[in-house]
């Protein structure tokens, strides 16, 4: 998949830092990051334990806020808006994938989905997003009786169904054996090229960011590096 | 400071809101049972030395007219320690400035002073100099009701003369505690009621009893031996017309004193007892939690050393820093209500001293039990703690399984409901035991709201039902002596009058078999229009022509039935034979043991063919007092009562105790609603952070994701509240049962009006602590929750 010259991005990330106050110390988890994200790209953020991805993702995911700096999304600064907007935003427009599943325990794989479902507009019925997954035969299941990879994709089938404009996914195969997280990502890929969803995937497993569009690199709050695969690979010619 | 101290405080800083909603019903325990039990206390202490310093009589025999000389022979009885003879009568009084009825009693009193019997306690002014006459000592609370001051004047009708009384001093006596003329006027009304002790050659003179007495108090050596006593009494004063026998145990004013101290006791153990249980569960509740929570921690502490016991230790710690907290605070909320409660108490019973005092036994008893509450509270918590296995505790908790519920059964039900309702439905019934707790404690806290308004509801219904229901004239007039038909044609002639009606009240000793029972018995036209008698269904019961209507209490007392047949004789006056009377009905009535019969059946008991001794005034409307300013200076007129002034005197004080019960019962009600459903909702709040969390992620709102436990809540205090509706109307049965005493029945009466306003301030108490909760929810950090992993 190849990038004609885009009209617009879907964020402008300008000059972001975070800095975290702790009685004396204060940490800099991002020292000025910018940073345009396009529409239907699949974009992998690399870097080591606490170089500031979760961080950055939180911040664009509207979770957290920057300490200076500013977030474009579309023609809108994330930084102005209210509670209401931000809200809106997190319920319209984006999707979160975590490391941990965060399903609702008491609710069946086809009910978190239509948890998600009820709040949207326009959703995609909860039994197709779980057949999206693979998952369709396992929606009467609770949580607790699906193994972590499963657990995930409902996880997925749940962000999806709200047909996001773009997907945060915070290490989402950091739980899982290689064989789990495969099919995880096949899934992740699945969604980025079905529905042209804009996929942000953070990850430490540098053989993931092969089949990305792009890798961001990132070392101690700044962004080291930009890697363009003109050739993303396909999952299965990655070799593990 | 040890580590595990350094620990407890900062868990106790974190769970601070939670702590603070246990130690308020602590608190809310020990400030009852301290106030509770020391008014308690402090009334039975005031009453026993006031009784004893006083000299206050084990018995009084009242009677027409016994000669003095008798007493010497009861003297002789032995067990008798002290007896006295005095003129007791009820007069009429005149107040200048003041227009309506006030009435008086006389009660004679040595001039020469010393320690008689029922002895007088002078508040202020002096004692009668011998030879006084004309003067009188007044009980200060009718003198202070009426503005009187030692020096002025009062008018006193004494067997139709006039006299006018110098006021010398004002006083108390332990025989007028609670001062009022009969049961059924419920509440003293000091301003319309008062004693005036006058000296003895003075009485004697006035009623011409001159050397008689038709009153005769005495003290005993033991009150065990009283029935032998008033047995071995009663041929010696049997000439002499004895009307009433009456023992301490049933002296009107000692009755409802001691009822009230009685009841007192018995409340002060309930109350509190019911706090602090609910507060052994929000501990029990809120240690699980924090043991849970710290797991790992306390894991980490065993494997460095620490042992099982100390770790138990700290638990039992934290629940004895709340009982402790709740304790002190409880201390001087406790005092504070008791020194209110003193202050109303003042108000309708009147002591030389009554004051709050600290009893540091009560606050010992106190500490102990919320201390041992909330050790029964922290057992469970302690126990897990201790049995925490060091590596165990390393691997993270089981996770929640999620479960089907029976609801889901009924697919077009569950179909139906949003995932928020699913959640709430598994989750309600998940936590069987949280749950179960959250209901009950609604569910206490409606019954507790429905028990405080029915006291209420029970006076208010009383008062409709007498005064409304059942007496229906404007004014009643009664005479000194026994009358014929004229004085009901005589009363009707008078100005104002619309309707006028006889009545007979007499008393009589009612006898089947061995069983005998002094009685007033009551003379009624039949089909009356102003005094109806009724049963307590509400249902006009007829009198008939012959035969005796008796309440349920006389009828069980004296073992009769509908059709038996029972001898009647007048206690006083000239007729001394037996008259055999059947008994045609039984009634349930709320005011102690009497009977009813046709006025002209009951005349003919007493050998004459018409007697009246008061007569029932329906008068022009708004003419009552004019027509009692009519009235009050015919001498044969024994007293005036215009019904509007007693009402409006009884409504007074009942206003004030009411605003008193709802206020306190609101206020326990609301801390015990609170504190329960404030700490489970946070404990399952805190348990469900991530989940709660993860919705804002996923675009809920606050306000959406609150509604999970705000709806929760709002279910499971649906539920108390229907539970505790029919818990507070079963109590309230038991009370009626409880509080049944042989003069006074309180009403199974709730309007309307209380189920409203209950379910009302319990659906307002979930709403407050949904409002407390909604705070955490804002304070929620979606970043922090999502990334710690415990
Ligand atoms: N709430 C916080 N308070 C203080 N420091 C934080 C906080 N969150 C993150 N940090 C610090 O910011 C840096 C970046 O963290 P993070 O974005 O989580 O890294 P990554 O996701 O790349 O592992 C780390 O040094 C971390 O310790
Ligand atoms: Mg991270």
């Known amino acids: ?240 | 400071m040890r580590t595990l101290d350094k620990k407890m405080l900062r868990t106790m800083w974190r769970h601070r809101s939670q702590i603070f909603a246990a130690i308020a019903v602590v608190t809310c325990g020990t400030a009852c049972f301290i106030c509770l039990a020391s008014l308690h206390e402090n009334l039975k202490l005031t009453r026993d030395t006031y009784y004893a310093q006083n000299r206050f009589a084990d018995f009084e025999i009242r009677l027409e007219r016994a000669p003095t000389s008798t007493l010497y022979e009861l003297q002789e009885i032995p067990g008798v320690r002290q007896v006295r003879g005095r003129i007791v009568e009820d007069v009429k009084l005149d107040i200048e400035g003041v227009t309506d009825a006030r009435m008086g009693r006389v009660i004679s009193v040595p001039e020469t002073g010393g320690g008689f019997l029922n002895g007088l306690v002078i508040r202020s002014g002096n004692f009668f100099d011998p030879g006084a006459q004309n003067e009188v000592i007044l009980s200060e609370q009718f003198a202070q009701a009426n503005e009187l001051g030692v020096g002025e004047h009062i008018k006193a009708t004494i067997d139709g003369k006039k006299h006018t009384l110098k006021i010398i001093g004002l006083g108390l006596s332990p025989e007028y505690v609670y001062t009022i003329r009969n049961v059924q006027e419920l509440v003293p009304s000091p301003d319309r009621f008062g004693i005036l002790w006058v000296p003895r050659d003075f009485a004697e003179s006035a009623l011409t009893l001159e050397a008689a007495c038709n009153s005769i108090i005495g003290s005993v050596e033991s009150e065990d031996q009283l029935d032998t006593i008033l047995n071995a009494a009663e041929p010696l004063l049997d000439t002499y017309g004895i009307f009433a026998k009456t023992k301490k145990y049933d002296q009107l004013s000692n009755r409802i004193l001691s009822d009230e101290i009685r009841n007192l006791g018995v409340v002060s153990r309930v109350i509190p007892t019911v706090f602090l249980g609910i507060s052994a569960l929000v501990i029990l509740i809120l240690l699980n939690r924090m043991v849970r929570n710290e797991r790992t921690q306390i894991g980490l502490m065993k494997a460095y050393g620490y042992s099982s016991f100390a770790i138990a230790m700290h638990y039992f710690q934290f629940a004895l820093v709340i009982s402790l907290t709740g304790c002190i605070l409880g201390f001087f909320v406790g005092q504070y209500l008791a020194g209110q409660m003193i202050e109303m108490y003042v108000k309708f019973f009147s002591f030389p001293i009554l004051q709050s005092r600290i009893y540091p036994n009560i606050l010992a008893q106190a500490m102990g039990i919320s201390i041992a509450f909330s050790m029964i509270g922290a057992m469970s918590a302690a126990y897990r703690a201790a049995r925490i296995h060091p590596a165990e505790s390393m691997r993270p908790e089981a996770p929640v399984v999620g479960h089907r519920t029976l609801l889901e059964r009924v697919q077009p039900v569950w179909q139906r409901l949003s995932f928020t309702w699913k959640m709430i439905v598994r989750n309600v019934t998940r936590h069987k035991f949280r749950s179960t707790i959250n209901i009950f404690g609604v569910m206490v806290s409606t019954a507790l709201l429905i028990i405080g308004f029915f006291s209420i509801d029970g006076i208010d219904y009383l008062m409709e039902f007498e005064y409304e229901k059942m007496q229906r004239q404007d004014v009643r007039v009664s005479f000194y002596l026994e009358r014929g038909k004229d004085a009901l044609y005589d009363a009707k002639r008078f100005d104002y009058v619309d309707h006028a009606e006889p009545m007979l009240q007499y008393p009589f000793t009612l006898t089947n078999d061995w069983r005998t029972k002094d009685v007033l018995l009551v003379g009624l036209p039949r089909h009356a229009r102003l005094q109806r008698l009724m049963d307590t269904e509400e249902r006009v019961v007829d009198i008939g022509e012959n035969g005796l209507v008796l309440t349920q209490k006389l009828a069980d007392m004296l073992s009769l039935r509908v059709g038996d047949t029972v001898k009647v004789k007048p206690m006083m006056g000239r007729v001394t034979d037996e008259k055999t009377v059947r008994v045609s009905k039984i009634i349930q009535q709320y005011f102690g043991a009497s009977g009813y019969m046709n006025i002209e059946a009951l005349s003919r008991v007493m050998n004459e063919s018409f007697a009246m001794n008061s007569v029932l005034l329906k008068t022009e409307p708004g003419k009552e007092h004019r027509l009692n300013d009519e009235l009050e200076d015919i001498p044969a007129v024994s007293s005036i009562e215009v019904k509007e002034d007693s009402i409006r005197n009884m409504s007074e004080t009942i206003e004030m105790n009411m605003k008193v019960t709802s206020f306190v019962s609101v206020l326990f009600a609301g801390v015990i609603a609170f504190s329960i459903i404030y700490n489970i909702t946070s404990v399952s709040l805190a348990e469900r952070e991530r989940e709660l969390a993860s919705l804002r992620v996923m675009g809920f709102s606050r306000d959406e994701v609150g509604r999970i436990l705000y709806h929760e809540n709002m279910l499971m205090g649906v539920v108390g509240l229907a539970l505790g509706i029919p818990a507070g109307m079963i109590v309230c049965r038991l009370l009626v049962k409880a509080f049944d005493t042989e003069m006074i029945r309180m009403p199974y009466h709730l309007e309307s009006r209380t189920f409203i306003i209950s379910i009302v301030l319990t659906i307002s108490f979930v709403l407050i602590s949904n409002w407390a909760i909604r705070r955490k929810i804002h304070q929620l950090d979606l970043v922090e929750t999502l990334k710690e992993r415990e």
């Open chain 1, 1 to 240: 998949m190849t990038h004609e010259i885009q009209q617009e991005n879907v964020f402008r990330i300008n000059d972001l830092v975070k800095t975290y106050q702790m009685g004396e110390v204060s940490v800099s988890a991002l020292r000025g990051i910018s940073l345009d994200i396009h529409p239907g790209e699949f974009l992998v953020i690399l870097g080591h334990s606490g170089s500031g991805k979760s961080t950055l993702l939180n911040i664009i995911g509207g979770l957290d806020t920057p300490t200076t700096g500013t977030v474009q999304y579309e023609d809108h600064n994330l930084g102005e808006f209210t509670e209401t907007e931000l809200t809106h935003y997190r319920r319209k427009h984006i999707g979160f994938i975590f490391q941990f599943y965060n399903l609702m325990p008491n609710l069946t794989a086809k009910e978190n989905v239509e948890m998600a479902t009820e709040i949207s507009d326009d959703p995609m019925p909860a039994l197709d997003a779980l057949e999206l997954v693979g998952l369709a035969s396992r929606a009467g299941h609770f949580p607790s009786q699906l193994s972590g990879g499963e657990q995930q994709r409902v996880a997925i089938a749940r962000a999806i169904a709200k047909r996001p404009r773009v997907l945060f996914c915070d290490e989402p195969t950091g739980a899982l054996d290689i064989a789990t997280g495969k099919i995880v990502l096949e899934v992740l890929q699945d969604v980025n090229k079905k529905m042209g969803t804009t996929l942000l995937v953070i990850t430490h497993n540098a053989a993931i960011a092969e089949i990305a569009d792009r890798v961001i690199h990132m070392r101690d709050g700044h962004v080291s590096e930009i890697e363009v695969n003109d050739e993303p690979k396909t999952l299965d010619d990655v070799v593990w």
